[in-house]
Nanobody, 122 residues
Framework: QVQLVESGGGLVQAGGSLMLSCAAS????????MGWFRQAPGKEREFVAA????????RYADSVKGRFTISRDNVKNTVYLQMNNLKPEDTAVYYC???????????????WGQGTQVTVSS
């Protein structure tokens, strides 16, 4: 079992930055792929970014590529999402998730955090 707790969300103006953190406990963190997803009001949850176990391999949604960076610290059991040049359309609840296999599909992820709200004002 893996428990995930996100933090770092908030209100920011367009063009600003935020860093989200996700602390993991339970199963060996360093063996898991980690992902970030988001869900805006009235929309389906969507993929944002993913990292394999050592962050050597990462993937991003086209909408965030070049602005967001996923990283992880396997000593601190934490994954991060650095978000720069934020846009109003980035407003959503952001979730971190853990998977035994690397990928961008929601179905691949076994464990989910409770989410953290990110609001970008124009």
């Amino acid at each position: 079992q893996v428990q995930l707790v996100e933090s770092g969300g908030g209100l920011v103006q367009a063009g600003g930055s935020l860093m989200l953190s996700c602390a993991a406990s339970g199963r060996t963190f360093s063996s898991l792929a980690m992902g970030w997803f988001r869900q805006a009001p009235g929309k389906e949850r969507e993929f944002v970014a993913a990292s394999n176990w050592d962050a050597y391999i990462t993937r991003y949604a086209d909408s965030v590529k070049g602005r967001f960076t996923i990283s992880r610290d396997n000593v601190k059991n934490t994954v991060y999402l650095q978000m720069n040049n934020l846009k109003p359309e980035d407003t959503a609840v952001y979730y971190c998730a853990a998977s035994r296999s690397y990928g961008r599909s929601l179905a691949a992820y076994d464990y989910w955090g409770q989410g953290t709200q990110v609001t970008v004002s124009s």
